[in-house]
């Protein structure tokens, strides 16, 4: 079990609500979340369907382990045909909607077609209906929450929306839930935008009962919390520093990406780090961290709650942005500071309220950004294009960018589009810093070359989550290799890649691994699920994973070609740092990388490795 | 000698781990809907607060039930609902000031911590000490320790 083996099937365009069976053949192949809704987008839409268009499917989805005592077990994944990439989307997202879904008997929702008028989708256990949302059109993430709790009398209930920039389809939007948790990225907030759906509520009171044994899952889950506990990264450096412990250590091995990609080390890192988060400011005498804050079921809680300074000139009139709130981590503080050389940490922390509040990926937004910047810089964009003096290193560039976009006013139009869109509009392709559309995050490949290949086979596009070489080549876990060759870096990806494509399929979050390993995450699978789960099996799981979704992106038109990183990674070299004088070594790691996964010189999965993994 | 559940709300992360054993406990459900220990995220101003009963000494529950539902468990002081007793009348959900006992839909009886017979799972979940099972007598010699480090004693050094 671990499984409900139910599915929600919302049709939005006869306006229908159904329940069905879950394919449990596919479930014993895919196991949940990020698997198991891929192989239903996969059996159920046209890889090449437009993303933004009635015939795309957007599903959200839960894996065994959400809803129960396994540590960080509320995570949940939205899985689409990405509008920002054209590839296969995958978002997941911690808070307590997940678990909901658990709670509420379903394990899945697929939404398809699109709704004439917005809808929200409102599921209290076996009961799911979809309700008008034209009041909440308009509205922010924050503003739709609020307003689904008010009119349905029921603080408990638990909302996954979209905001203004999800309703505007600025490409990198994302869905929000719990107020500041997100499926951050590959803009599937405007699939559902595009859905005229502008969220989903949902409370369940019926709980979790079908673990397989459940003396066993609570001795092995108990077991596997201390294995987090006793972890220096996952039991102390995660819940005092939140993922912002990585700010100065990344900055000092050069590898913090800087000013669009110029620069690998930023002079102001240590002013936008956790530390200081931690420090009383002058002006009040508070540090900006509140406190830490867990997802659900996560004995880590590296999650940051954080006041802005009220005397900051972003929200000196603006109250409503003065109590406690999400943020910064590490991606977002990066994204919105060292990407665009803003120092200025409050201003990071408004630019992030407004991404939580009208939903938008920071990563991308904040590199997007960056782009512009340089653009600005070269005089390719001016002052009359664009409303304001974008220098790098201006907070204040920053702050009317992010209220243009969340808005979708003005040149904020332009940037919803991502650095791409943007850079190819204004002639200068070369200067997006992603791959497949999708912008990087917060670390350098020049400076940690396994992170270079991670970016360019992600099969979302880039992204650090897919393969978190990090983890070994800076932090020596689970052996330490050295960040600054690309020797043995095909292997280590491919592994990091099937392995956590069985973390995300579970449903737990990927900060486990920091100190726990596929054979951690077993037999807590095992004793939640029936059927073989056997350590073969879940490494077969998560290389059937990673090779479906390829499939789905060659069968959506990406080549070889699209493996690739922007030249500046390839010729500019690291200016500072122990990488200095290095570029990424990407062109001699892909073709190795093809071999160690069974695939041709062009980068398709061979006969017998399909046929060895069932596909 | 009794024990009592010593909550310290500053330690809590609100990650529902509490509910989930409370229920699981009760009901052999994971199913924080069923859990007798509440957490109340107050977002705006960053606190997580855990709640539950904490097992009054002239338990208002106990006084205002008319079929005497609601006995003491001798054993650990806690006020235990006997389901084969409680008709389900909600008296006791209203004379209640703290809200701790409420009502069940699915069982159509109330529900209440009874402290899982002097084991309570939601102390044993807890993954950061926000939830203890103390000695009834001291469940404030924590912050007693903490008043008492602040105190200004002069210790002569030479």
């Known amino acids: 079990m671990g499984w409900n083996k139910k599915v929600l099937r919302v049709d939005l365009t006869a306006g229908t609500c159904t329940s069905e069976p879950l394919n449990m053949e596919w479930a014993n192949d895919y196991l949940g979340s990020r698997g198991l809704a891929t192989k239903y987008l996969v059996e159920e839409t046209d890889p090449t369907v437009d993303p933004l268009s009635p015939g795309n499917k957007m599903i959200m989805s839960t894996g065994p382990l959400t809803g129960t005592m396994a540590s960080t077990g509320g995570r949940y994944t939205v899985v689409t045909k990405g509008p920002l990439t054209g590839a296969i989307a995958c978002s997941n997202s911690g808070g307590f909607f997940g678990a909901e879904m658990k709670f509420a008997g379903w394990d899945m929702i697929i939404f398809e077609g699109r709704s004439p008028k917005p809808v929200y989708l409102f599921v209290e256990n076996d009961k799911a209906e979809l309700r008008d949302a034209s009041q909440l059109w308009g509205k922010t993430c924050w503003e739709t929450e609020e307003a689904i709790k008010r009119d349905h009398h029921d603080p408990q209930i638990r909302v996954s929306s979209i905001g203004r920039a999800g309703e505007n389809q600025v490409l990198f939007a994302c869905v929000v839930n719990d107020l500041h948790r997100a499926a951050g990225r590959s803009g599937v907030g405007a699939v559902m935008g595009s859905k005229n759906l502008k969220a989903v509520a949902l409370r369940g009171t019926k709980g979790v009962s079908g673990i397989r044994d459940f003396g066993e899952f609570l001795k092995v889950t108990t077991e596997k919390k201390k294995v987090l506990a006793d972890n220096a990264v996952t039991g102390q450096g995660l819940p005092t520093y939140g993922t912002q412990v990585l700010m100065n250590v990344i900055n000092e091995m050069g590898a913090l990406p800087t000013r669009n990609h110029k620069d690998v080390a930023f002079e102001d890192a240590s002013k936008i780090s956790a530390e200081a988060m931690h420090e009383k400011r002058e002006t009040d005498g508070k540090a900006q961290l509140v406190t830490n804050a867990a997802c659900f079921g996560c004995t880590i809680a590296c999650g940051r709650i954080s006041a802005i300074d009220k005397t900051h000139f972003t929200v000196v009139n603006n109250p409503k942005y003065w109590g406690a709130s999400g943020g910064l981590e590490y991606e977002a503080a990066w994204a919105l500071g060292a990407a665009n050389g803003v120092g200025d940490i409050e201003a990071l922390q408004y630019a992030n309220l407004l991404c939580n509040e009208d939903g938008m990926d920071p990563i991308s937004f904040g590199a997007t950004v960056g782009a512009v910047m340089e653009l600005y810089e070269m005089g390719v964009l001016t002052k009359e294009q664009i409303g304001i003096d974008a220098p790098f290193g201006s907070a204040e560039a920053l702050a009317r960018f992010t209220e243009m976009t969340a808005r979708g006013e003005g040149f904020g139009k332009e940037i919803g589009l991502g650095s791409k869109r943007l850079c190819e509009k204004y002639g200068h392709p070369e200067l997006s810093m992603s791959v497949k559309g999708q912008e990087f995050p917060a670390y350098d490949a020049r400076g940690i070359q396994g992170m270079g290949l991670t970016y360019a086979t992600s099969n979302r596009g880039a992204c650090h989550l897919r393969s978190y070489t990090v983890a070994s080549e800076v932090l020596g876990i689970p052996v330490k290799t050295d960040p600054l060759v690309t020797e043995g870096k095909p292997e280590l990806v491919k592994a990091f890649q099937d392995a956590t494509a069985v973390f995300d399929a579970a449903g737990i979050c990927v900060f486990t691994s920091f100190a726990w390993t596929l054979a951690d995450v077993q037999p807590q699978i095992a004793a939640a699920c029936e059927g073989d789960w056997s350590m073969d099996k879940l490494n077969d799981v998560g290389e059937r994973i990673w090779t479906m979704e390829r499939q789905y992106n060659l069968a959506a038109g990406f080549t070889r070609k699209d493996d690739d990183l922007p030249a500046r990674l390839k010729t500019e070299a690291a200016k500072t740092g122990p990488a200095k004088g290095l570029v990424s070594g990407i062109d001699r790691m892909i073709p190795e990388y093809y071999q160690v996964r069974g695939w041709t010189p062009e980068g398709v999965p061979t006969r017998e490795t399909l046929e060895r993994l069932g596909l | ?158």
């Open chain 2, 1 to 158: 000698m009794w024990k009592s559940l010593h909550i310290d709300p500053a330690k809590c992360t609100g990650c529902l781990q509490c509910e989930m054993a409370c229920s699981y406990e009760h009901t052999g459900v994971i199913n924080p809907a069923k859990s007798r220990i509440k957490i109340f995220d107050f977002e705006h101003e960053g606190r997580k607060v855990p709640y539950t009963c904490t097992q009054c000494t002239e338990a208002w529950c106990l006084n205002a039930c008319p079929v005497d539902a609601i006995r003491v468990d001798l054993s650990t002081g806690a006020k235990v609902v006997d389901e084969d007793i409680c008709v389900g009348c909600k008296v006791c959900t209203i004379a209640c000031p703290f809200g701790t006992i409420n009502y069940n839909q699915d069982t159509g009886k109330v529900q209440k911590c009874d402290l899982c017979g002097d084991n309570p799972a939601c102390a044993t979940a807890c993954p950061t000490g926000a939830i203890t099972y103390v000695n009834a007598d001291w469940t404030g010699l924590d912050r007693m320790r903490q008043w008492a480090a602040r105190a200004n004693t002069a210790v002569a050094v030479e």
